[in-house]
């Protein structure tokens, strides 16, 4: 598969991987909000107004990614940031530290302990159901989750890695690196290529995935698209 399709990751996931969890109105898709805020569609500057006012409630903000629509009145577009696209062609190096913490898939008994930790470091765009992205992967100390990560969106040919993030009280531990590599390579085993997305503002994060075998693809426009509230 081209990696042309990471150009457009959240149309492409909707329309392939995630098929059966996306919500379809004409040539716009987004997944449910308890899922994810994603919005997507084919084509940059597509004139959607009303299959995105069956998908975007009033009042209600998608986030975009790759490719957005063009907006008419009592829709406001505003461009967050391009962020760093970033991808790893090639199995990396798994660190070897005796005595470190097993590495745990996360499910449902675990929920509660991924939505506290998601909440305090990874606001906004963890909600009640991503865990039904993919699977998810976490590290405890101390009987504590201190550290996920785990998989967002996807392709046939490629893996969105996300959700990568460590409690504040467990940094400086090399956790997120053992979850990175670890997903990173059980990516490369099942034959799909991982990749992921993360702010140029975040210089440690970006520094942790270029020591774990990541490069920069290109950067990739981010927006916000919100539909004004109703009046009255």
Do not use: K
Request: proline fraction near 6%.
């Amino acid at each position: 598969m081209s990696e042309q399709v990471l150009d457009n990751p959240i149309w492409e996931s909707l329309i392939s991987r995630h098929r059966a969890l996306a919500l379809g109105a004409g040539t716009v898709a987004r997944y449910p909000a308890q899922v994810a805020p994603f919005l997507g569609l084919p084509e940059h500057g597509l004139d959607a107004d009303a299959a995105l006012a069956e998908l975007v409630p009033a009042g209600d903000t998608a986030l975009v990614l790759g490719r957005a629509p063009a907006v008419g009145e009592g829709w406001e577009l505003r461009h967050l940031a391009d962020l760093a696209q970033m991808i790893c062609r090639a199995p990396v190096e798994e660190p070897d530290e005796a005595g470190a913490a097993d590495i745990v898939e996360l499910g449902d008994a675990h929920r509660a302990d991924v939505l506290e930790l998601t909440a305090l470091v990874y606001p906004h765009y963890f909600r009640p159901r991503t865990m039904e992205l993919g699977r998810y992967y976490g590290l405890y100390q101390d009987g504590r989750l201190a550290a996920m990560a785990g998989e967002r969106m996807g392709m046939d040919a490629y893996t969105e890695l996300s959700a990568i993030c460590t409690h504040p009280d467990f940094l400086g531990r090399g956790h997120a690196r053992r979850l990175v590599a670890f997903l990173a390579n059980d990516n490369h085993a099942r034959g799909r290529v991982p990749f992921l997305h993360v702010s140029h503002e975040n210089p440690r994060a970006v520094e942790l995935y270029l020591r774990n075998g990541f490069e920069l693809r290109r950067d990739i426009p981010f927006w916000s698209l919100r539909r004004a509230a109703a009046a009255g």
